[in-house]
C-alpha cells in the first residue's frame, strides 16, 4: 500500500502546502481553506481556489504517478491512499485510490446537497469568480477537506484498513505532519507489516521506518521499476 503526499505533485509543477516556500506560506489556511471562512465569504474563498483549479486541470502525471500505476498493474501495490486532490494518480491510471483529503472531482452545495463534475465547475469559473449551483444560487464549495472539517468517513475507515492488513507501506512525498493520516506508518507497524519513506527531507516518522530515502519521488520509483525489470 502507497500513501503519497504533496511531494509527489510538486514533480508535475503543483506547489506544496507546508515547507517554508509552500502555499501556506503565503496564505493564512484559516482565511482561505476553512469552512468558517467559506460560510462567511465565499467569493472570497474562490478567489483562492479558482487559479488553483485551473492549474491543476493542466498539470500532467510525473513518473512517480506513472510507476505507482505500474506497480499497481503488476499486483506489486493494492491501492494509493493519497492526501492529494488533484487526481493525477487517477489520469495516470491507478485504479484503486483512496482521496483522504478530497478531490476536486466535484464541487457541492451546501444549501441543497446537488454535486456537480469539475468540468461543470471550470467552465463557470471562465465568466464569473464563483461558481454557483444552477438549482438554488448558492455558491458552490469544493469537494476537498477545508480545515474545520472532518476527513470522509468511508476513505479513511478504508486507508486505516488497507495500513492494517500491508506488508509494506509505502510512503511516497510525504512530511507525516497531518493526522490522522500520518498515523497509518504505524498503524502498518502495530500490525507487523514494514514502512518505507521516500521523501525530500525528513518526516516526523524517519525513526519508526524501516527505509527511508531522501530523494525525488520520480527518480526513486523509476529506478525501483528498472531494478524489478
Not at 84 to 96: F, Q, T, V, Y
Not at 166 to 191: I, K, M
Request: net charge negative.
Amino acid at each position: 500500500v502507497v500513501l503519497t503526499g504533496a511531494g509527489v505533485s510538486t514533480e508535475s509543477g503543483i506547489p506544496d502546502f507546508r515547507s517554508p516556500t509552500g502555499i501556506w506560506a503565503q496564505f493564512d489556511p484559516l482565511e482561505y481553506a476553512s469552512l468558517e471562512a467559506f460560510r462567511s465569504d465565499p467569493a472570497k474563498v474562490w478567489s483562492f481556489y479558482a487559479p488553483r483549479f485551473a492549474m491543476l486541470t493542466e498539470a500532467e502525471p510525473n513518473a512517480a504517478h506513472r510507476v505507482l500505476a505500474e506497480l499497481e498493474r503488476r499486483g506489486l501495490v493494492r491501492a494509493v491512499v493519497t492526501q492529494n486532490i488533484d487526481l493525477l494518480h487517477e489520469r495516470a491510471g491507478s485504479c484503486e485510490v483512496v482521496e483522504v483529503h478530497g478531490s476536486i472531482r466535484s464541487s457541492s452545495c451546501l444549501a441543497c446537497g446537488a454535486r456537480y463534475p469539475l468540468q461543470e465547475v471550470v467552465a463557470q469559473l471562465e465568466s464569473r469568480p464563483a461558481p454557483i449551483c444552477p438549482q438554488c444560487e448558492a455558491v458552490l464549495k469544493p469537494d476537498v477537506v477545508f480545515f474545520g472539517e472532518l476527513l470522509p468517513v468511508a476513505a479513511i475507515d478504508r486507508a486505516y484498513a488497507l495500513a492494517g492488513d500491508a506488508e509494506l507501506l509505502l510512503v511516497v512525498g510525504s512530511a507525516l505532519e497531518v493526522w490522522p493520516v500520518a498515523e497509518l506508518p504505524l498503524v502498518t507497524r502495530r500490525a507487523g507489516g514494514s514502512v518505507a519513506i521516500v521523501n525530500r527531507g525528513s518526516t516526523a516518522l524517519d525513526g519508526d521506518a524501516d527505509l527511508k530515502i531522501d530523494g525525488s519521488a520520480g527518480e526513486t520509483l523509476e529506478s525501483v521499476l528498472a531494478a524489478l525489470g
